[in-house]
């Protein structure tokens, strides 16, 4: 593994290994069995020549990775000079050249690569059809390469090609699995960012629901508070003890909210995920504001956690938007199952007489309509003829028989 990340050591390690080989096989071999052989290996000189033109076929593969053409013409121009020096006794002096085809099988891109095959074919065998006549005598018949040795040399030849290029093709698939794995993270990470962006988007429309609702209660049962403590200090005091219970439950919704924030497990039952269950103890602080709550519920035990979350979220918006912008008034609220289907409306009464509204930032009809369209469901709000308000929403969700 050390070698794979090191390439240019383990190409000159490859280059030793081979020039080693290759000499030991040549003098293991001994002198050719050629009387008439140009060059005599017994004279230094040419010994001298026939190892520096092994050496010579050997030390190329340093750059097999970077040039995998100009190697197997080095290779090639080295195995027919030390062929023309030193007839070759067996085809394994001619080693490096199934190197070099697949060198060029490997690093080089096809279909030109198969013309490595020809070029090591060429180099194997037409020098002694076509250089030698011209430098020396030829071949005796013992020597010369019958049909057998050309057909095993040439499919040795083939199939290293094919070994290299089916390397360039794992290699090539590996790296495109790097890539894609690459993108895959990055998109991993990128999804991620975008849940948390949606958890942070989904606390925050909580928060805004529950500290809007609450702090509209609060404001509403202060102003009548004030306006009722020098005729009747009883009812000013329950208004005042009102003023506390909302407060009170905006902080504990506010600390459930703010738990998902942390690690602290101790938090996690403050206070329940909030239901359709609650929306009686919901209708009674928006009661002890002054309005008047008419609650009609009809659910069954099927309707999914996450579509009683938003069904009340929705509720709990409708009910802070009467009282900011019509005061204590009489409100309707009706949630009725029909099948795979919930059905939420919520009527309030014309403002009251004198009643200034308060400013909003707008942010609660969006969270109303983000919350229905997470389940395909429809959001319908605004004004009736008769002044009264309203707001209409569904939640549909899959299962047998669904809408």
Same mark, same amino acid.
């Given at each position: 593994?050390?070698?794979?990340?090191?390439p240019?050591?383990?190409?000159?390690?490859?280059?030793c290994g081979?020039?080693v080989?290759?000499?030991?096989?040549?003098?293991?071999?001994?002198?050719?069995?050629?009387?008439?052989?140009?060059?005599?290996?017994?004279?230094?000189?040419?010994?001298?020549?026939?190892?520096?033109?092994?050496?010579?076929?050997?030390?190329?593969?340093?750059?097999r990775?970077?040039?995998?053409?100009?190697?197997?013409a080095?290779?090639?121009?080295?195995?027919?000079?030390?062929?023309?020096v030193?007839?070759a006794?067996?085809f394994?002096?001619?080693?490096?050249?199934? #190197?070099g085809v697949?060198?060029?099988?490997?690093y080089?891109?096809?279909?030109?690569s198969l013309?490595?095959v020809?070029?090591?074919?060429?180099?194997m065998?037409g020098?002694?059809l076509?250089?030698r006549?011209?430098t020396?005598p030829p071949?005796?018949?013992?020597?010369?390469?019958?049909?057998?040795e050309?057909?095993?040399?040439?499919?040795?030849?083939?199939?290293?090609w094919q070994l290299?290029?089916?390397?360039?093709?794992?290699?090539?698939?590996a790296?495109a699995?790097?890539?894609?794995?690459?993108?895959?993270?990055?998109?991993q990470?990128r999804s991620?960012?975008?849940a948390?962006t949606a958890?942070?988007?989904?606390i925050?429309?909580?928060?805004?629901?529950?500290?809007?609702?609450?702090?509209?209660a609060?404001?509403?049962?202060?102003r009548?508070?004030?306006e009722?403590?020098?005729?009747?200090?009883?009812?000013?005091?329950?208004?005042?003890?009102?003023?506390g219970?909302?407060a009170d439950?905006?902080?504990?919704?506010m600390?459930r909210?703010?738990?998902?924030?942390?690690?602290?497990?101790?938090?996690?039952?403050l206070?329940?995920?909030?239901?359709?269950a609650?929306?009686?103890?919901?209708?009674?602080?928006?009661?002890?504001?002054?309005?008047?709550?008419?609650?009609?519920?009809?659910?069954?035990?099927?309707?999914?956690?996450?579509v009683?979350v938003s069904?009340?979220? *929705?509720v709990?918006e409708?009910?802070?938007?009467?009282?900011?912008?019509?005061?204590p008034?009489a *409100?309707?609220v009706?949630?009725?199952q029909?099948?795979h289907?919930?059905e939420?409306?919520?009527?309030?009464?014309?403002? *009251?007489?004198?009643?200034?509204?308060?400013?909003?930032?707008?942010?609660?009809?969006i969270?109303?309509?983000?919350? *229905?369209?997470? #389940?395909?469901?429809?959001?319908?709000?605004?004004?009736?003829?008769?002044?009264?308000?309203?707001?209409?929403?569904? #939640?549909?969700?899959e299962?047998?028989?669904g809408?």
């Amino acid at each position: 593994m050390e070698l794979l990340r090191r390439p240019r050591v383990a190409d000159a390690l490859l280059a030793c290994g081979l020039a080693v080989a290759m000499v030991l096989l040549r003098q293991s071999a001994g002198p050719p069995d050629w009387p008439r052989a140009p060059f005599s290996p017994a004279d230094p000189v040419t010994a001298a020549a026939l190892w520096a033109l092994l050496v010579a076929q050997a030390a190329p593969m340093l750059w097999r990775r970077t040039h995998p053409w100009a190697v197997m013409a080095a290779v090639s121009v080295a195995y027919v000079a030390f062929e023309l020096v030193d007839p070759a006794i067996s085809f394994r002096d001619g080693l490096p050249l199934g #190197f070099g085809v697949y060198a060029v099988a490997r690093y080089a891109p096809p279909p030109a690569s198969l013309l490595s095959v020809a070029v090591a074919g060429l180099a194997m065998f037409g020098h002694d059809l076509l250089l030698r006549p011209i430098t020396g005598p030829p071949l005796p018949p013992a020597l010369r390469p019958g049909v057998i040795e050309v057909t095993v040399a040439v499919g040795l030849v083939a199939g290293l090609w094919q070994l290299g290029r089916s390397q360039r093709h794992i290699h090539s698939d590996a790296a495109a699995l790097r890539d894609l794995t690459a993108l895959l993270r990055a998109e991993q990470q990128r999804s991620a960012a975008r849940a948390v962006t949606a958890e942070r988007a989904r606390i925050a429309r909580d928060l805004h629901d529950l500290v809007a609702h609450h702090v509209s209660a609060i404001a509403v049962q202060a102003r009548a508070t004030a306006e009722a403590l020098p005729e009747d200090p009883g009812l000013a005091g329950r208004g005042v003890a009102g003023i506390g219970t909302a407060a009170d439950t905006a902080l504990l919704e506010m600390r459930r909210l703010l738990r998902l924030l942390s690690d602290d497990d101790a938090a996690r039952d403050l206070l329940p995920e909030p239901s359709l269950a609650h929306l009686r103890q919901l209708a009674g602080v928006a009661a002890a504001a002054g309005c008047e709550v008419d609650l009609d519920v009809s659910v069954g035990p099927d309707v999914p956690a996450a579509v009683q979350v938003s069904a009340y979220r *929705v509720v709990q918006e409708a009910l802070t938007n009467a009282l900011k912008h019509a005061g204590p008034v009489a *409100v309707r609220v009706a949630v009725h199952q029909r099948k795979h289907q919930l059905e939420v409306g919520v009527v309030n009464d014309p403002p *009251v007489a004198g009643h200034q509204p308060m400013p909003g930032a707008g942010l609660g009809l969006i969270g109303m309509r983000e919350r *229905v369209a997470l #389940f395909g469901g429809t959001l319908s709000t605004g004004p009736l003829a008769d002044g009264r308000w309203r707001v209409e929403a569904t #939640f549909p969700w899959e299962g047998e028989g669904g809408p």
